[in-house]
């Protein structure tokens, strides 16, 4: 069968990592692949974002499945329990929100920091990157971000190596955010269909 155009999405993956470590700044395209998931569940109502556009996924998929680098084992049950996915999402936006604050600390005046932070603890050094020609704040949110998403891959891989080749999605932050967003616009959808029912019944006549 004939693949369909958002079967190549993972080459853009593969295109932000080329993009990013030749120039920090590139992190900024991240932000693609954290607005289009929302977006698309808020519009939509659906996770089609997860199951059919998501490049990292496909790269996952590519290297476990294609390459065979994927033991196939189905992951542990904790990482599929709601404590453990609401609680990483928390946790990860605690940390997404230290980086926004680190950011607009620069922006008030603060020095910029040269390093991107894996894994939330190992600072990588950065001083090769070329930064001159841009506002410090904005530098600086490129190099927090482009740890967010070196984290984010780093994990996926290991669980790649570990379990089954998409066994990130599982926890993923981002597929948990738009497994939330759809569930409400659900109930949302059904709360307004039981209203107009309510509003369309005949009088009861005294």
Same mark, same amino acid.
């Given at each position: 069968?004939k693949?369909? &155009?958002?079967?190549?999405?993972?080459l853009g993956e593969?295109?932000?990592?080329?993009?990013?470590?030749? $120039?920090?700044l590139?992190?900024?395209?991240?932000?693609?692949?954290?607005?289009?998931?929302?977006?698309?569940?808020?519009?939509?109502?659906s996770? @089609?974002?997860? $199951?059919?556009?998501c490049?990292?996924?496909q790269?996952?998929d590519?290297?476990?499945?294609?390459?065979?680098?994927?033991?196939?084992?189905?992951?542990?049950? *904790?990482l599929?329990? =709601?404590?453990?996915?609401?609680?990483?999402?928390?946790? *990860?936006? *605690?940390? *997404?929100?230290?980086?926004?604050?680190?950011?607009?600390?620069?922006?008030?005046?603060a =020095?910029?920091?040269?390093?991107?932070?894996?894994? &939330?603890?190992?600072?990588?050094?950065?001083? &090769? @990157?070329?930064?001159?020609?841009?506002? =410090?704040?904005?530098?600086?949110?490129?190099?927090?971000?482009?740890?967010?998403?070196?984290t984010?891959?780093?994990?996926?891989?290991?669980?790649?190596?570990?379990?089954?080749?998409r066994?990130?999605?599982?926890?993923?932050?981002m597929g948990?955010?738009?497994?939330?967003?759809?569930r409400?616009? @659900?109930?949302?959808?059904?709360?307004?269909?039981?209203?107009?029912s309510?509003? $369309?019944?005949?009088?009861?006549? =005294?």
């Open positions: 069968m693949k369909k &155009w958002y079967s190549y999405l993972w593969l295109l932000f990592w080329v993009l990013g470590l030749s $120039n920090i590139f992190a900024w395209l991240g932000m693609i692949f954290f607005v289009t998931p929302l977006l698309i569940s808020i519009i939509g109502g996770k @089609a974002y997860c $199951n059919r556009y490049g990292r996924g790269l996952l590519l290297l476990g499945a294609k390459l065979k680098l994927s033991p196939g084992r189905t992951p542990p049950r *904790f599929r329990s =709601p404590w453990f996915r609401y609680g990483f999402l928390a946790f *990860f936006m *605690f940390m *997404f929100g230290r980086m926004i604050f680190a950011t607009y600390k620069v922006f008030a005046g =020095p910029l920091r040269q390093t991107v932070t894996l894994l &939330w603890t190992i600072k990588l050094p950065w001083q &090769w @990157a070329q930064v001159d020609f841009a506002a =410090p704040w904005f530098a600086q949110f490129a190099f927090g971000f482009f740890g967010v998403m070196m984010s891959t780093v994990l996926g891989i290991i669980t790649m190596l570990l379990f089954r080749p066994s990130w999605c599982v926890y993923c932050p948990t955010m738009t497994q939330m967003i759809c409400a616009k @659900a109930k949302a959808g059904e709360g307004s269909k039981s209203l107009i309510l509003m $369309n019944q005949s009088p009861v006549k =005294p």
